[in-house]
């Protein structure tokens, strides 16, 4: 992320306050044992159109139930009420530019003993200002990582588990500081995965390849998204089937999916050149689309960029 702000408001305790008033005490459960699940959402600001878009919220708040169900976390809302608390607080940040929206479910008990019962859950959302979530996202050198991906049978993979992004950031570091600017993480049987916090596309011979769910990937709403996009508007066919470490090598196009990463172009993996080592055709072409899309500006998927009805005056 190249921005660096704090937010302004948060939902907290069922309602907007202020940031600094979102606090929680250092013996709160979620923050000692890792027992909290998120969601991530962008906001696009179209600047020709003066309007803000939230890219497919509809999806991402059914994930993040779905995340909460796995954590034994109920709130007895509904996908279209946190979508409409979403729009409420980013009426009261102002925000005229894009942003990133994290919700967070939690478990609140302050108190020692690893449990996921008998606990009280609750709910917070915060906004930010975001521009690139990898600075060099049109020629990414990665590499494999030594750390594995979480098996669905340790942490739930399917799920947006806080404590399972501890293996996420292992080999997010060791990759930094090793010069590259993502990690591929391998299944236990040594099938590619997916990023540290992303999904992964291969293209090879005109077919584009992408893990399938059963390989302990997150279920991204960005992957989903590229899916249809690749089969319905560029007639790309798009299988989804276990990727080895090897045929990453030697594809012909190579890029990561997110909602925070959006589409990042891989041109180098390991010191392996891919394809000819500079972002290929189809993935520039996917870039532009699915920028176009989240930014409203494609009629036929208006349904996914969702427009939010800003208060007067906006922040500049």
């Known amino acids: 992320m190249s921005v660096k702000a704090l937010p302004i408001h948060a939902y907290f305790e069922g ?71 979403t729009f409420d ?8 530019r894009d942003v990133y929206v ?44 030594s750390w594995r991906r979480v098996d669905d049978n340790s942490i739930p993979g399917r799920g947006k588990i806080s404590g399972a992004y501890a293996s996420s950031a292992l080999a997010k570091t060791d990759a930094n500081r090793a010069g590259f600017d993502e990690a591929l993480l391998l299944t236990q049987d040594g099938h590619v995965a997916e990023g540290s916090a992303m999904n992964i596309f291969m293209l090879r011979d005109g077919v584009l390849y992408t893990p399938p769910v059963t390989d302990n990937i997150l279920e ?8 249809e996009i690749a089969r319905q508007d560029f007639g790309l066919p798009v299988v989804e089937r276990s990727i ?9 196009e190579f890029f990561m999916t997110g909602t925070a990463a959006q589409v990042l ?9 891919i394809g000819s080592g500079e972002m290929g055709p189809v993935t520039s072409k996917l870039r532009h689309f699915y920028n176009e899309v989240v930014h409203g500006n494609v009629e036929k998927y208006a349904h996914w960029a969702v427009e939010v009805p800003l208060a007067e005056p906006v922040r500049p």
């Not at 696009?44 to 919220?57: D, G, I, S, T, V």
Request: aromatic share 12%.
């Open 89 to 96: 607080l980013l009426q009261a940040d102002g925000y005229r």
């Open 15 to 85: 309602k907007i306050v202020p940031y600094t008033e979102a606090r929680v005490g250092v013996a709160t459960h979620a923050f000692n044992y890792g027992t909290a699940v998120f969601g991530g959402l962008r906001g696009y600001w179209n600047e020709a159109k003066q309007k803000l878009f939230l890219f497919r919220p509809q999806e991402h708040y059914q994930r993040f139930l779905n995340s909460a169900k796995l954590m034994a976390m109920e709130f007895g809302l509904t996908t279209e009420e946190l979508t409409r608390i």
């Open 102 to 145: 994290r919700p967070l479910a939690y478990k609140a008990d302050e108190g020692i003993g690893v449990r996921l019962h008998d606990l009280v859950d609750e709910l917070t959302i915060f906004a930010l200002p975001f521009d690139k979530y990898v600075a060099n996202d049109t020629n990414a050198h990665v590499t494999v990582s």
């Open 244 to 252: 080895d470490r090897s045929e990453v090598f030697l594809c012909d």
């Open 265 to 273: 172009a891989v041109t180098r993996v390991d010191f392996r050149p």
């Open 220 to 227: 991204g709403i960005t992957r989903r998204s590229i899916i």
